[in-house]
């Protein structure tokens, strides 16, 4: 009797689209994204309107911060029938308008303070491993900025924008750091190939030179004789008896 439920392999059937190479071959096929110069953080899109003979105009403003996390900020607006627009055209805006500053051990090296219309900031330099105590504009500003450690406190109006421009008005006022690179000493070689240590520079010492001692006059040894003892009174003679 023969078996009859054995199956035989089934085979796949490939199709043209197995065929196609992926999008992330680097042979040719698919598009790469081109890695951007900075980062946007977009702080809001707001309708404005604006009223003209014909009625009433409405339209989008966009406000974005950018920055290349190494110390360079810049801010922009832009307005526009689409928001998309908008924010292409504030952030051609915010790199017209680029703030450089000197980030020192991921913090600021002073304090700051700063006032902006009805806006008032204070920063402050955190230490490593703080993080980013800040809220609002202020935040989205230091973090595309890189700063990792800072300590700020915002006050006066609630406008983002406002905020926004006091942040870097603050920062502007930032003096300029010099690092100081510490000169390194050279190693030396002995004959048998092990290094030596650097040999220490002699130092010139002063020694203040010794006063010769003045020579004091001999004491004058002078033996003068005791005085001679005083006679005793000789005793008055008796008289003669008569």
């Known amino acids: 009797m023969v078996d009859t439920n054995t199956t035989a392999p089934t085979t796949q059937v490939k199709s043209q689209r197995d065929d196609r190479r992926p999008r992330d071959d680097k042979r040719g096929g698919g598009f790469k994204e081109v890695e951007k110069e900075f980062q946007e953080e977009l702080l809001g899109v707001d309708r404005v309107t604006r009223v003209t003979a014909g009625g009433r105009q409405l339209r989008f403003r966009a406000s974005v911060v950018i920055g290349n996390g190494k110390g360079t900020v810049g801010f922009g607006m832009g307005k526009a029938g689409e928001v998309v627009v908008a924010i292409e055209k504030a952030v051609r805006d915010a790199k017209k308008n680029l703030l450089s500053f000197n980030i020192v051990d991921g913090t600021i090296a002073h304090d700051l303070t700063a006032n902006y219309k009805a806006a008032n900031i204070f920063i402050h330099p ?4 703080t993080g980013l105590i800040a809220g609002g504009s202020a935040r989205k500003v230091f973090a595309v900025a890189g700063i990792k450690d800072i300590l700020a406190k915002q006050r006066g109006g609630n406008n983002p924008i406002t905020n926004a421009r006091v942040t870097m008005k603050a920062l502007a ?5 010099t690092k100081v690179v510490p000169k390194a000493t050279p190693v030396t070689t002995s004959e048998e190939g092990k290094p030596e240590a650097p040999k220490a520079v002699p130092v010139a010492v002063e ?6 001692a003045k020579k004091t006059p001999a004491a004058k040894t002078t033996t003068k004789a005791a005085p001679a003892a005083k006679k005793a009174p000789a005793k008055p003679k008796a008289k003669k008896a008569e």
Do not use: C, Y
């Not at 006022?173 to 750091?177: A, D, I, M, R």
């Not at 020694?207 to 010769?212: F, G, L, Q, T, Y």
């Open 126 to 129: 955190a230490s490593k491993g």
């Open 173 to 177: 006022g930032l003096k300029k750091v």
């Open 207 to 212: 020694v203040a030179k010794e006063a010769p």
